[in-house]
């Protein structure tokens, strides 16, 4: 199981530094290396003084951030699917078919400004690798890039529409019947205007 037969993973960031133990406190500069060992990918996390005794080992990615103390978690699940459980579902699930749907999904949360890149890799077989970082819970996630042509980026658009529980967009041009609300549900995510 903990071979790299998964192409994509989330790693949570730490509540506390990976050296000296103590727990990040709000609003805090904190480090974090990636690294990639016989356990697969490696996440670290640590506070600014451990950084600077840290920071020249090797790593596949190094990047900064500030710490947020994550939200309580919400008290009812949510009923719909949105882009981010369905992209989480997806990754979850770690189905082979699901690398164009995973990375589109992955795209519409950074155009959202819900994941931010952070770096991109090139994995030993070439695929290119992005990782994002979700700004609220400071997780990493990391999406390999299918490097998709404009024609297969529609179609899986498309897809993924359908999956959000909207009307395809050609099916919903040739239906007159199709009421406006019901397209403009498409996008719709509730953690669109939560942006600080
Ligand atoms: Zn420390």
Not at 71 to 90: D, Q
Request: glycine share 6%; proline share 7%; net charge negative.
């Amino acid at each position: 199981m903990i071979e790299r037969t998964q192409d994509w993973d989330i790693r949570a960031r730490g509540e506390s530094c990976g050296d000296c133990g103590r727990p990040f406190a709000d609003r805090e500069t904190l480090y974090s290396r990636l690294t990639f060992g016989s356990d697969g990918y490696q996440r670290d996390d640590y506070c600014e003084p451990c950084w600077s005794r840290q920071k020249e080992e090797p790593a596949l990615s190094v990047w900064q951030s500030v710490f947020r103390v994550p939200p309580p978690p919400p008290e009812e699940p949510l009923k719909k699917e949105t882009v981010e459980s369905l992209l989480r579902k997806l990754m979850e699930e770690g189905a082979p078919g699901a690398l164009n749907t995973i990375y589109i999904l992955a795209v519409m949360l950074e155009r959202r400004r819900l994941l931010t890149e952070k770096d991109v890799q090139t994995r030993d077989d070439g695929m290119k690798v992005r990782v994002y970082e979700h700004r609220k819970t400071g997780e990493t996630f990391l999406i390999p890039d299918p490097e998709l042509k404009l024609s297969e980026l529609e179609q899986v658009q498309e897809e993924v529409v359908i999956m959000l529980g909207g009307e395809p967009r050609n099916k919903a041009a040739e239906n007159e019947e199709v009421s406006e609300n019901e397209d403009k549900e498409e996008y719709e995510d509730e953690e669109e205007d939560e942006d600080v």
